[in-house]
């Protein structure tokens, strides 16, 4: 499993009973985790004096209860800096378990000793995009989001990469991808981060695992000649990383290169354990 284990400013304290609990700089939070199915004792004080506790609905979403929380607050990995805000769905802004894929791409980065045009899909508020950024690629970030391309925005300013190489754009993924065919423009590496099911900013339905196949081949033409990687995440039950492994082997087998898919986690401080987050699949020339 792939670790990301280099954080100062958050840790996963403790989990169970379908919650985890959680320190986000000097803030506790309680939020729900569907795989965390076991009961164990909820021993760890946090449980009782947490911040702000995320409360699932039984008739789907839910809602936060509020103690002593700001509305906006940061946190910090490495050079970069994040702002963070409970909002809908459970979420803070954030995924910290990616940023062992952060670290991944950005040492590709930097070991390319060349410019690399980068295109981050699904991009969020944009950890993918200033790690990348900050390693010295150009980056293109793209998200159907208005609100979430503002925030990613926000938190270049806040990294200090305000006037970093990077290109912000509010579209549909796949649209916008089979745009950049027809205009005849390539790229270096590629991110993708796609939700189980979405919306683009016109209706349009997304599902992953009816759709990653076909959008893994539109985004191999977008590859230039001598590509450096290419990333996916899923957070799709069911996609097992051999599948990502296999979806990526299958699209790139061309360039040939190394491809890798494995478990994302984050270690638990309290038991040393792991909390499983998901999968990744890399593909890199090597």
């Keep these: 499993m792939w670790l990301a284990d280099q954080w100062s400013d958050y840790e996963v304290i403790d989990c169970s009973k379908g919650e985890k609990l959680e320190r986000w700089g000097n803030y506790i939070l309680v939020r729900p985790d569907p ?7 909820k021993t760890e004080k946090g449980w009782r ?8 609905s039984s008739k789907g979403g839910g809602e936060w209860e509020f103690f002593d929380l700001p509305k906006q607050w940061s946190v910090r990995y490495r050079n970069l800096t994040f702002q963070l805000k409970p909002f809908h769905f459970k979420h803070t802004g954030l995924f910290p378990e990616q940023t062992v894929n952060w670290d991944w791409c950005a040492e590709k980065i930097k070991k390319a000793r060349r410019p690399v045009k980068l295109l981050n899909l699904f991009a969020y508020t944009g950890g993918a995009t200033l790690s990348a950024a900050s390693a010295g690629a150009s980056v293109t970030h793209v998200d159907a989001s208005k609100g979430m391309v503002t925030w990613a925005k926000e938190n270049a300013i806040a990294s200090g990469l305000g006037e970093a190489k990077i290109r912000w754009l509010v579209d549909d993924c796949v649209k916008f991808a089979e745009r950049e065919i027809r205009r005849g423009n390539r790229y270096d590496a590629i991110i993708m981060d796609p939700p189980s099911y979405g919306r683009g900013p016109k209706g349009e339905i997304w599902k992953m695992e009816e759709s990653i196949h076909s959008f893994l081949k539109l985004c191999g033409q977008l590859l230039s000649d ?43 401080s309290s038991t040393g354990l792991i909390l499983p987050c998901g999968a990744s699949g890399r593909f890199e020339l090597e």
């Design 35 to 41: 795989q965390v199915i076991w009961d164990t004792p």
């Design 49 to 56: 004096k947490r911040n702000a506790h995320y409360h699932r």
């Design 226 to 268: 001598h590509p450096l990687f290419v990333l996916i995440n899923s957070y799709t039950t069911g996609l097992q990383p051999a599948v990502l492994a296999y979806l990526l082997g299958t699209e790139l087998k061309k360039y040939g290169g190394r491809i890798t898919a494995d478990e994302v986690g984050l270690p638990v």
